[in-house]
Structures are given as structure tokens and as C-alpha cells.
């Protein structure tokens, strides 16, 4: 199982960005996708998480600004962020639970980080 993010860049204080992450390989269902960050000195933390169903969580920093979404016949989450603030700069993994074919349990999967930054 694979998961490839895309979407980071540049962008000036109260502009916006839209992450991707799309898993593939032998997947049977996906239970859990998400968005974490690290910043520079900083822990890794959560920006927002979503269920199969579409019950979405986030994290106070980002409420109101970030949206997070799912296509589970892409098996893909996006992260819309707007109104950015130098403070959302980090980069951003995605993360996802994934029952791979003729497996009973789920594991942990990562994607590689891609590069947020916002500055004038």
C-alpha cells in the first residue's frame, strides 16, 4: 500500500491550498484517513481526520479554515486549507487505516510529507 500526497507550495498569508493523498495497492477498505503536520522544533500533530462515513475531526487551530474530505471509490482525502496563516507552515503527511486484501486487521499507513509554507 502506497500513499501519494501532492498540493504543497508557497502561498501568502490568507491565501489557500488543497492537499491530495491517494492510496493504492491491494486495498480492501480504508477506515480512517487523515492530515497530520510538523513544523520546524515542533511535535507532529493532528490537523484533521475523516471516517469512511464522512465524520470529520480537526484539530482548534485550524476549525472554520481547513476542510477535510474524502472519495472513498478514489480511496483519496484532500485537505482544503484557506485563510492561511504563517503558523499553518509545516509539512503536512497523510495517514490512513487500510485493510488490505485477505487480511483481517488494519494497519497504519504513512505518505511522504509535502512542504506548506505561507509568507509574504
Known amino acids: 500500500v502506497q500513499l501519494q500526497a501532492s498540493g504543497g507550495g508557497l502561498v501568502q498569508p490568507g491565501g489557500s491550498l488543497r492537499l491530495s493523498c491517494a492510496a493504492s495497492g491491494s486495498i480492501f477498505s480504508i477506515s480512517v484517513m487523515g492530515w497530520y ?47 492561511l496563516e504563517p503558523e499553518d507552515t509545516a509539512v503536512y503527511s497523510c495517514n490512513a487505516l487500510v ?19 505561507v509568507s509574504s
Open 99 to 117: 485493510l488490505q486484501r485477505g487480511t483481517s486487521s488494519y494497519d497504519n499507513y504513512w505518505g511522504q510529507g509535502t512542504q506548506v509554507t
Open 37 to 83: 503536520r510538523q513544523a520546524p522544533g515542533k511535535q507532529r500533530e493532528l490537523v484533521a481526520a475523516i471516517t469512511r462515513g464522512g465524520i470529520a475531526n480537526y484539530a482548534d487551530s485550524v476549525k472554520g479554515r481547513f476542510t477535510i474530505s474524502r472519495d472513498n471509490a478514489k480511496n483519496t482525502v484532500y485537505l482544503q486549507m484557506n485563510s
